[in-house]
């Protein structure tokens, strides 16, 4: 922790600012701008960032389903999950400077300086949801739009990965996990060519081809949400 860090009403004033919200309890933003690391502390954050997490997947879920009406959820998941990751809520934090009020290890802030980190998410999640509880939902919701407002059409998509998505629906249906099984190997050492199929309790098998075992099994996955219903057709395809 630095020496130039603000507390009390220097804070408030801050990160009042900051956030346009100005806290009535000093106490609770102070634990949300506390990491575990903080040399001394007595509490942290790690609670107000699992309420965090939850009041923004909210917040974000609502605007998305009032932004893009005619999206369907299989088109909207992605930018949703996109928009709640660890490496947007670090951006907020950067764009905030909020690395100036948190409370944590003076080693940890100088390994991720200008990076953010998750220190930084961890403590934009623990803010949110100590703006939720001081102030109410609508506080923390005017706060969330400030910052994500702009990003819903900008977020960088990060692919859809087949197999954590296979595997994700095979647990809601309970059915037990995925099993990939190499039917064949072809091809030279330099250039082989895989052929994997997956299994899945009460479904017949799909297959996937790839240059290597990994992208066959994506392959695989990727053909069986296509042919249940999961994916549409065409999604995930590079």
Known sequence: MGLNRPTGNELAEAIAARTGHAFADLRLLETA???????????????????GDRVLGLIMAELLYKEFPKASEGEIAPRFNALVDARTCSQVGIEMELDRFVRAEAALKARTRGSGGNYLADAVEALIAAIYLDGGLEAARRFVLRYWQQRIHTVAIKPPNPKSELQEWVARIGVGR?????????????QPLFTVSVHVSGFAPAKGTGGSRRAAEEAAAAAMLRREGVWETGEGAA
């Not at 995925?178 to 330099?190: A, F, L, Q, S, T």
């Open 178 to 190: 995925p099993e990939y099984v190499i039917d064949r190997r072809e091809g030279p050492d330099h």
């Open 33 to 51: 701008l506390t990491h575990s690391s903080a040399v001394r502390a007595v509490v942290n954050n790690e609670r107000l960032e699992f309420l």
